[in-house]
C-alpha cells in the first residue's frame, strides 16, 4: 500500500480518534497533519509492518500528550465562542452527550486515550496495549480508573443518555 493509499483511506477515522483524544477539531485535523508528514518520510519502514495503522495511531497518540506535555499548550478549550453566533439545539441528547464528554475529557490523558480506544474505535486490549506501548493489566488498569471516576463525576442526566453501557 502506498503512502498515499493509506492517507486517502484513514484520513477521516485517524481526524475521528484526534478529535476524541484532544476535544479540538481543529487541534484534531493539525495533530493528524502532522503525524501524516512524520508517516511519509518514514513510509518505506511504516508500510514493511504487519499493522501500519496500529503504528500510525500510536503516533498519533504519542503527538497528543506530546501536545499536552508542553506548557505554551494549555489552551482552554470553551463549549461556545463569544463572537459566533449561538446554535440553540433543543435535542437534549446532545447536551447530554456533551456533558459526558465534558467528564471524560476532564480524565488524565492515558486514561481518556485508553476510553476513547476501547469504547469509540472499538479495540481489544492487546491492540490498546501495542499503541500506547505497554502492558495489557496497564491497559486494564487505567480503564478501570478511568471508569471508577467517570462512575463517581457522572451527573444523573448522563445515565439517561445510556452511558450506562460505557460506564
Not at 19 to 27: A, K, P, S
Not at 48 to 72: F, I
Request: aromatic share 6%; hydrophobic share 45%.
Amino acid at each position: 500500500m502506498t503512502f498515499e493509499e493509506y492517507a486517502f483511506a484513514r484520513t477521516q477515522a485517524l481526524i475521528r480518534l484526534a478529535r476524541l483524544l484532544c476535544g479540538d477539531e481543529h487541534r484534531a485535523e493539525d495533530l493528524v497533519q502532522d503525524v501524516l508528514a512524520k508517516a511519509y518520510v518514514r513510509w518505506g519502514r511504516i508500510a514493511r509492518m504487519d499493522q501500519p495503522d496500529l503504528y500510525v495511531r500510536r503516533m498519533l497518540v504519542n503527538a497528543n500528550h506530546a501536545w499536552w506535555k508542553r506548557r505554551s499548550s494549555r489552551d482552554i478549550s470553551v463549549a461556545v465562542v463569544a463572537d459566533k453566533p449561538g446554535v440553540v439545539d433543543a435535542a437534549a441528547e446532545v447536551d447530554e452527550r456533551d456533558a459526558l464528554w465534558g467528564v471524560v475529557r476532564a480524565l488524565p490523558p492515558r486514561q481518556r486515550t485508553v476510553i476513547v480506544l476501547r469504547y469509540y474505535e472499538d479495540l481489544d486490549d492487546a491492540t490498546i496495549a501495542a499503541i500506547l506501548d505497554c502492558s495489557t493489566g496497564t491497559v486494564r488498569t487505567h480503564a478501570k480508573r478511568a471508569l471508577d471516576a467517570l462512575r463517581e463525576r457522572r451527573s444523573p442526566s448522563a445515565t439517561s443518555l445510556g452511558a450506562r453501557s460505557v460506564l
